[in-house]
């Protein structure tokens, strides 16, 4: 770790010692040697090709466990010149295809389909904030309670600085996804622990731990969703909702340095040649000024509107049914469905002869009125009773 951090400029952070110190440990795990006993290029090269042929690795990762090697191979044998001949490899040709984006129309078939899972409210604020904020799933699920900020209207949420986290730090707007995340915090299993885990198991955690989900979890539930949704499970992965969302700042005119904030890109990436060195409080009022949110004295906004629930004030995306943050209805159809409830719940405790029958409908109707997926599941249930 000192070797890394003091000699190696290309270190530039804790989190990428833990990678390298990461696949140095699946290094020695699955090599075919020790890998201390590596001694010449022809041994690398043999690992090198274990990884393809015995354990199926693509380019990208043999590429990674390559680099990972080196870097342990030239410390370990000190510089010795054969470690300057393993080569890493070309980094893998990236390309986004704005065919796979994830639309609007899909991306509502998902939120709805998260309905007919357990932890519905959770997974509706995972998929929100992924297609909202635009960050990896790494950076989403490593978020706890103390690091969101929903005092007042503009909302952030910052970065989990002491996991490891890839090229990302300082608070991040939070603009539609507000309101689901809001709607998980009412029944979140830990809401008054700063250091409880976000997006947070509801089964099978001790209040010794974080409680975070584990990413290979959470991803295969994404999918799971996804097919629930009609769509195709192998091509929504948690990464698609980043390039989406990248996709969509790009498309409305959001500035290079804007997204470059909120994608937390390097100052020297390639997407973009310039970049505007600011504070994160003043880009998140940029961003928050772009969508005009909050300072309704701010007239500079050239971006599109969010639109905002005439009750609460959630901001919404425009396609909602329900307001994701107080459950008003939106449109005429949601409007009426919420009217069935009422008249549907009225009919049966008028018809009903049991007190606690009653008071059970009564309890139901009070739930509806917050919960937009519970309504309609008792509409369902009334129509099959009548």
């Given at each position: 770790?000192?070797?890394?951090?003091?000699?190696?400029?290309?270190?530039?952070?804790?989190?990428?010692?833990?990678?390298?110190?990461?696949?140095?440990?699946?290094?020695?795990?699955?090599?075919?040697?020790?890998?201390?006993?590596?001694?010449?290029?022809?041994?690398?090269?043999?690992?090198?090709?274990?990884?393809?042929?015995?354990?199926?690795?693509?380019?990208?990762?043999?590429?990674?466990?390559?680099?990972?090697?080196?870097?342990?191979?030239?410390?370990?044998?000190?510089?010795?010149?054969?470690?300057?001949?393993?080569?890493?490899?070309?980094?893998?040709?990236?390309?986004?295809?704005?065919?796979?984006?994830?639309?609007?129309?899909?991306?509502?078939?998902?939120?709805?389909?998260?309905?007919?899972?357990?932890?519905?409210?959770?997974?509706?604020?995972?998929?929100?904030?992924?297609?909202?904020?635009?960050?990896?799933?790494?950076?989403?699920?490593?978020?706890?309670?103390?690091?969101?900020?929903?005092?007042?209207?503009?909302?952030?949420?910052?970065?989990?600085?002491?996991?490891?986290?890839?090229?990302?730090?300082?608070?991040?707007?939070?603009?539609?996804?507000?309101?689901?995340?809001?709607?998980?915090?009412?029944?979140?299993?830990?809401?008054?622990?700063?250091?409880?885990?976000?997006?947070?198991?509801t089964r099978q955690w001790t209040e010794d731990e974080h409680g975070?989900?584990?990413?290979?979890?959470?991803?295969?539930?994404?999918?799971?969703?996804?097919?629930?949704?009609?769509?195709?499970?192998?091509?929504?992965?948690?990464?698609?909702?980043?390039?989406?969302?990248?996709s969509e700042w790009i498309r409305e005119g959001l500035s290079d340095?804007?997204?470059?904030?909120?994608?937390?890109?390097?100052?020297?990436?390639?997407?973009?040649?310039?970049?505007?060195?600011?504070?994160?409080?003043?880009?998140?009022?940029?961003?928050?000024?772009?969508?005009?949110?909050?300072?309704?004295?701010?007239?500079?906004?050239?971006?599109?509107?969010?639109?905002?629930?005439?009750?609460?004030?959630?901001?919404?995306?425009?396609?909602?049914?329900y307001c994701p943050g107080c459950a008003a209805p939106l449109t005429?159809?949601?409007?009426?469905?919420?009217?069935?409830?009422?008249?549907?719940?009225?009919?049966?405790?008028?018809?009903?002869?049991?007190?606690?029958?009653?008071?059970?409908?009564?309890?139901?109707?009070?739930?509806?009125?917050?919960?937009?997926?519970?309504?309609?599941?008792?509409?369902?249930?009334?129509?099959?009773?009548?």
């Amino acid at each position: 770790v000192v070797h890394l951090r003091a000699s190696d400029a290309d270190v530039d952070s804790l989190g990428t010692v833990v990678g390298h110190l990461n696949r140095c440990r699946l290094s020695a795990e699955r090599a075919h040697v020790a890998i201390t006993e590596m001694t010449d290029i022809e041994d690398v090269n043999a690992f090198k090709l274990h990884l393809e042929d015995v354990h199926g690795l693509s380019d990208g990762s043999v590429r990674n466990y390559m680099k990972s090697m080196r870097k342990f191979l030239q410390w370990y044998h000190d510089g010795d010149a054969w470690t300057e001949a393993i080569k890493v490899g070309s980094p893998p040709e990236r390309k986004h295809d704005p065919d796979e984006e994830i639309t609007s129309d899909e991306l509502n078939a998902m939120l709805q389909a998260a309905s007919e899972f357990d932890n519905a409210t959770r997974n509706k604020a995972l998929i929100a904030l992924l297609r909202d904020t635009g960050l990896r799933i790494g950076a989403v699920l490593s978020f706890q309670i103390k690091h969101v900020d929903f005092e007042g209207r503009r909302g952030t949420i910052s970065i989990n600085e002491d996991a490891n986290v890839k090229d990302a730090d300082g608070p991040k707007p939070v603009t539609w996804s507000r309101g689901y995340v809001a709607n998980w915090l009412d029944v979140h299993p830990r809401p008054d622990d700063p250091e409880a885990a976000l997006i947070h198991k509801t089964r099978q955690w001790t209040e010794d731990e974080h409680g975070a989900l584990r990413q290979q979890y959470a991803g295969r539930r994404i999918q799971e969703i996804a097919e629930t949704a009609g769509l195709d499970p192998e091509r929504i992965h948690a990464h698609l909702f980043r390039g989406t969302a990248v996709s969509e700042w790009i498309r409305e005119g959001l500035s290079d340095q804007k997204i470059k904030h909120r994608a937390d890109w390097s100052e020297d990436s390639r997407m973009f040649s310039t970049y505007s060195r600011v504070t994160d409080e003043e880009m998140n009022d940029e961003i928050f000024s772009f969508y005009e949110i909050g300072d309704e004295n701010d007239e500079d906004g050239t971006g599109p509107d969010l639109e905002e629930c005439p009750q609460c004030r959630t901001a919404l995306r425009g396609r909602e049914e329900y307001c994701p943050g107080c459950a008003a209805p939106l449109t005429s159809t949601a409007d009426e469905t919420s009217a069935e409830v009422d008249a549907a719940l009225r009919e049966f405790m008028v018809a009903e002869h049991s007190e606690a029958r009653r008071a059970a409908a009564a309890d139901a109707a009070a739930a509806a009125e917050n919960d937009p997926d519970f309504a309609r599941a008792l509409i369902d249930e009334l129509q099959d009773l009548r």
